[in-house]
Each structure stands twice: as C-alpha cells, then as structure tokens.
C-alpha cells in the first residue's frame, strides 16, 4: 500500500532533524559577492524606477490640469490597491498647487550647484545602473559570459560605466 503525504513529511522532517541540517538557506550563511549584490541592486532600482515613472506620470497629468479626468476612471478599473497609484504620485496630485510652482520653490532656494549635482546624479544613478546592468543580462541571455572570471569582470564594467554616465549625465 502507498505512503500518505503526511507519512511521507514526517519521514523527510525526521531524517532532516537527525542529521542537524538548517531548515533551509539562510542570507547569513553566505558570502556576499559582487553578482549576488548587483542582483539584488538591480530588483532594487527596476521597482525604485517603476515607482518613479508613476510619480513622474502623474505630476504631469497634475500639471496639466487634466489629471481629475483622468485618475478618476483609471482608479475604478484598477484591481489590486498596488497597480493603481503609487503613495508618491498620490501625493503629487494632492499637493495644492501645480508642478511649475514647486520647481520654481526649489529654484527660490539658492542651493549650491554642488548639492544640485549630488541631487541629480543621485538622480541619474539608478536609471544609469539599471540600464548598463540590463545590458548585461541582455548579453546573458545570449549565453555569452557565464564564467565566473567573466561574471566578476562585467559586474566591474556596469559599475565603472554607471559612475562614468550618472556623473556625465549630472554635469549637463
């Protein structure tokens, strides 16, 4: 007669349990590489970006006026609470007066040219690792530069270009 599903995991987590082997991997037991960080900077910058091209979007429609019309419908036929409009963009269309103004707020300030390049190159500098580390997996996925001497090299390569673009990028 066959085992049940529920003697088969009492077998697995007993055998599991004598040889003293963690539950599972665990972040702790790892030493942290460069791919292994670039891949987590490079989830980390795609949802950064997604949420920045929402904000940006609706700054605009709020600047033009036309955003009532438009978020209106657009909130009632969104599902899930995520896609609809990030907490950003939502602030945005909320703010009193329109984008030109705010901008004109910030010219208003004064501030040193080297806290307005800081400013933009913090920017520029995901837009800029993400699109050379997209590069990157593009060549991937064309199966080219999987050794491990390659891996390492082209990891050093994004960053030197992302530091070389974000800080040509910031200086126009």
Same mark, same amino acid.
């Given at each position: 007669m066959a085992t049940t599903a529920k003697e088969e995991m009492a077998r697995f987590w007993e055998k599991n349990t004598k040889s003293s082997r963690p539950l599972s991997p665990h972040i702790s037991i790892y030493k942290w590489s460069l791919p292994m960080a670039m891949s987590i900077t490079?989830? !980390?910058t795609g949802v950064a970006l997604s949420l920045g091209v929402c904000t940006s979007g609706c700054c605009g429609l709020q600047s033009c006026g036309c955003w009532r019309s438009f978020i209106s419908p657009c909130l009632s036929s969104c599902n899930s609470a995520f896609s609809r409009v990030s907490l950003f963009s939502l602030a945005a269309l909320l703010l009193p007066e329109q984008f030109p103004h705010y901008v004109a707020v910030v010219k208003s300030l004064s501030l040193s040219p080297a806290l307005?390049?800081?400013a933009k190159f913090a920017l520029v500098f995901p837009l800029?690792?993400?699109?050379?580390?997209?590069i990157r997996h593009l060549v991937w996925d064309m !199966?080219? !530069?999987f050794k491990l001497s390659q891996v390492e090299q082209s990891g050093v390569v994004v960053l030197i270009?992302?530091?070389l673009s974000s800080a040509a990028i910031a200086a126009m």
């Open positions: 490079h989830r !980390g307005i390049y800081s800029s690792y993400h699109t050379w580390n997209g !199966g080219k !530069g270009l992302t530091l």
